[in-house]
């Protein structure tokens, strides 16, 4: 099992520009989410989904958008970048009440 | 608003002391504690806590909650170099939305 794989590793955007994390698990998981992690600020929840065609909102969702056609999908979509977005960003996956499963994160710069 | 804080925020010690890290929390509907290490790349589950008073262990790493008082504590006794990560603490609050909401963590540095 790969467990959760976050693509791409790294990328630079420009302000306006945008672009789509791709996220992928192959636990079966119904429970998926990102988050982003500024430094001082820990982890943020932008967006999550307890199952296939199910969405909702974090913490910050503002500049953001998922879907979840698939159980072993869920991409994060950045409509049109900001410099406020730049942050490293990380997709997570759980079933039932056992703990998240964390991807090794996406680090996104925005000029 | 849930809130989850972790002290201190950064912390440096020699190879060999034991240390205390603490998670305080104010959250509604609240269902479990989690502590996560994270290196270079992503969080990795050390401990998830439901009930006040049961220490989990695993080798070295232990840690307890008490539900009364809101808060936890992760210990690391003889540290070693490895153990430099940072320690980040989330509460699950999400009745039937599960929500983690996680404390801003703590940088523990272990030197030789």
């Known amino acids: 099992n790969a467990g959760v794989t976050q693509t791409p590793k790294f990328q630079v955007l420009k302000t306006g520009q945008s672009m789509t994390l791709q996220c992928a698990q192959d636990?079966?998981?119904?429970?998926m989410s990102w988050y982003r992690q500024d430094p001082g600020m820990g982890l943020r929840l932008i967006h999550y989904s307890v199952g296939a065609g199910i969405t909702d909102q974090g913490e910050v969702p503002n500049g953001y958008n998922v879907s979840r056609s698939t159980t072993e999908d869920f991409p994060l979509r950045l409509l049109s970048a900001a410099p406020s977005q730049t942050s490293v960003y990380f997709c997570?996956?759980?079933?039932?009440?056992?703990?998240?499963?964390f991807g090794d994160g996406t680090r996104l710069s925005i000029l | 608003e849930d809130k989850v804080v972790q002290s201190p925020l950064s912390l440096v010690v020699h190879e060999g002391d034991t240390v205390t890290l603490n998670c305080s929390y104010e959250?509604?509907?609240?269902?479990?504690l989690l502590w996560y290490k994270q290196e270079k790349k992503a969080p990795t589950f050390l401990f998830m806590l439901t009930s006040s008073g049961i220490e989990k262990k695993s080798g070295r790493l232990s840690s307890i909650l008490d539900k009364k008082e809101l808060f936890s504590i992760l210990n690391i006794t003889a540290t070693q170099t490895g153990d430099s990560a940072v320690y980040l603490c989330?509460?699950?609050?999400?009745?039937?939305?599960?929500?983690?909401?996680f404390g801003k963590g703590t940088l523990l540095t272990v030197n030789p």
């Open positions: 636990m079966n998981h119904e429970y």
């Open positions: 959250v509604t509907n609240f269902r479990s």
């Open positions: 997570a996956s759980r079933t039932g009440n056992q703990p998240q499963h």
């Open positions: 989330a509460v699950n609050s999400g009745g039937s939305n599960y929500k983690l909401t």
